[in-house]
């Protein structure tokens, strides 16, 4: 099993810039893709980017791409996601996600409880 814990969510003016970080803890010592999800007010939940675990591959939404980057510490088991230039869509619960190397891409096996993202216009 791993655990995921997300931070770094908060109020922001559009334009704005956040960083959100995700410590994993458990089963670390294994291989693991990392990722993000979102869910704006009223919205399904989709996802933002990812990350694979050994090569560092990444994905993108198009609705990100450019404005966001995903990048991990695999020291501290952390990954991170820099979000700049962030539009009052931008605004939900983020999630972060993670899945053995090999298994489901982008990555869901495992889920965060989310941390809150609100872009004011």
């Known amino acids: 099993q791993v655990q995921l814990v997300e931070s770094g969510g908060g109020l922001v003016q559009a334009g704005g810039s956040l960083r959100l970080s995700c410590a994993a803890s458990?089963?670390?010592?294994?291989?693991?893709?990392m990722g993000w999800f979102r869910q704006g007010p009223g919205k399904e939940r989709e996802s933002v980017a990812a990350?694979?675990?050994?090569?560092?591959?990444?994905y993108y939404a198009g609705s990100v791409k450019g404005r966001f980057t995903i990048s991990r510490d695999n020291a501290k088991n952390t990954v991170y996601l820099q979000m700049n230039s962030l539009k009052p869509e931008d605004t939900g619960v983020y999630f972060c996600?993670?899945?053995?190397?090999?298994?489901?891409?982008?990555?869901?096996?495992?889920w965060g409880k989310g941390t809150l993202v609100t872009v004011s216009s």
């Open positions: 996600t993670a899945s053995l190397a090999g298994s489901s891409w982008p990555p869901m096996d495992y």
């Open positions: 458990g089963r670390t010592g294994s291989t693991y893709n």
């Open positions: 990350i694979s675990w050994r090569v560092g591959s990444t």
